[in-house]
């Protein structure tokens, strides 16, 4: 791509918006002042060239980073948190500019070694091409040049454009997955997010030598993946595509294939009032027809949340009850549903279209006798625990529509009481 192309898509507000630019231009001046070449790298680059609107970005120079960071930040503001052992610094932008992120890293052009396959690399301070030669694939390996009269060159030395442009996803050398197999999961998603194809050796190199890294992974780096990809719109194709990879047993052994029936579930919005995750219903989707215990072991591997742990085996143990609670009372159901996350329910239903659990959702979830607490006691009752059973039988009578108004209360509360 020629300069001034590449100059036309960054000042393209339709791309990058002007505030971001207006961002940009001034780290790139406070490191022309430190006479440090810097670069934007990574999915920046990539996106940009795509044509696609770029939020987010990563800042790398050849320098120290953390020194440009302090720069930063005693010229315009916000909070510097260095991280000395991998020499980059994440800044914290001015809560005035109200910049969504509101954070940027910035990054010292680094080497990076890995003692052992599947461990995190240790860090060496190196020039560009090095930093961009670490990296996972071609079209991830781009930087433009920021400061000064270099504004706006694209250094590409692993041809990623060649590649963007065929649509092709390349590591950039044999040992890549073997060294970091979250690059597996990486290639799945990049695939399926803009329609490409895996290049015929690094498809190749998905194979048993570099699967079997995967078990050597910490549960929050490969769940953080697994996050990744329930985020994405494409989820449920990456989803299956990683199954038929064969990398959900390399996880765990009682890691199931993503079943193909739940997937369009994948990309539904509740369009309830209720509390929402696209991970957690990935994972409830997922999980919910094993038995408890193989949920309770993927739960440790992957090291869920307790609440998260907790919504995927509620979601289990009501989808194994529904028989049970089918043709009961709307009383019953809602005293069954009550303690269980909302969105777990949402879950359910989504898979087996009981009209039950949406009404509790909708409606009987809602439903509360008038009388409270306060009431009881103005009769003189005593507080204690047949006050909750007293208000449970008021409100099960609503439910259940043997009550309808006020006065079939008070009827109700006198029968009782
Ligand atoms: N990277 C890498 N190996 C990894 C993770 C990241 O080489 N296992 C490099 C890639 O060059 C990537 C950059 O670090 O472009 C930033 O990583 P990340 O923010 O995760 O990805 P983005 O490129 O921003 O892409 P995405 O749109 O998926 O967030």
Known sequence: ?????????????????????????????????????????????????????????DIVVEGDAIKLGKTLVKKFGGKLTPHDKFHTA???????WNLIPDTLDLIT??????????????????????????????????????????????????NGQADLEEGLIRILHPRSFIEDPTRIFRAIRYEARYSFNLESSTFNL??????????????????????????EGNSSQMILRAGEFGLFKMIHPSLPLFNA????????????DIPTSRTEMGYMLWLMDLMEDGIMSIAERLDFTSDLAYSVWAVSQLKKSLPFLTGSKP?????????????SIYVVYLVSRENALLDFLSIWRHVKPHTTGNDLKARGLEPG?????????????????????????????NQIT
């Not at 029936?261 to 309830?272: A, R």
């Not at 009383?331 to 969105?343: D, G, H, I, R």
């Not at 007293?390 to 006065?407: C, E, F, H, P, S």
């Open 206 to 231: 998905i194979n048993p030598e570099s699967l079997d890294i995967i078990p050597r992974l910490s549960g929050e780096r490969i769940r953080h993946e697994l996050d990744l990809i329930f985020e």
């Open 1 to 57: 791509m020629q300069k001034d192309d590449l100059l036309r898509l960054l000042r393209d507000p339709n791309l990058l918006p002007s505030e971001k630019q207006t961002l940009l231009s001034n780290i790139a001046a406070q490191a022309a002042a430190l006479d440090m070449p810097c670069y934007i790298v990574g999915g920046f680059v990539r996106d940009l060239l795509l044509g696609k609107l770029v939020n987010d970005f």
């Open 331 to 343: 009383s019953v159901w809602t005293f069954a549903l009550e303690k269980l996350p909302p969105l």
């Open 385 to 413: 625990p047949r006050f909750g059973e007293i208000l449970t039988q008021l409100r099960a009578a609503w439910l259940d529509g043997d009550v309808t108004n006020k006065q079939q209360e008070e009827d109700l509360l």
């Open 90 to 96: 994440i800044w914290r932008l001015p809560e005035t």
């Open 109 to 158: 052009a680094r080497k990076e070694t890995y003692l052992m396959p599947g461990a995190l690399p240790t860090v060496t301070p190196a020039t560009i091409e090095d930093d961009l030669r670490r990296r996972d694939f071609t079209i991830n390996s781009m930087a433009i040049r920021m400061e000064g009269d270099h504004f706006g060159e694209l250094l590409d030395p692993l």
């Open 261 to 272: 029936d739940y997937s369009d579930f994948l990309d539904v919005d509740p369009t309830l």
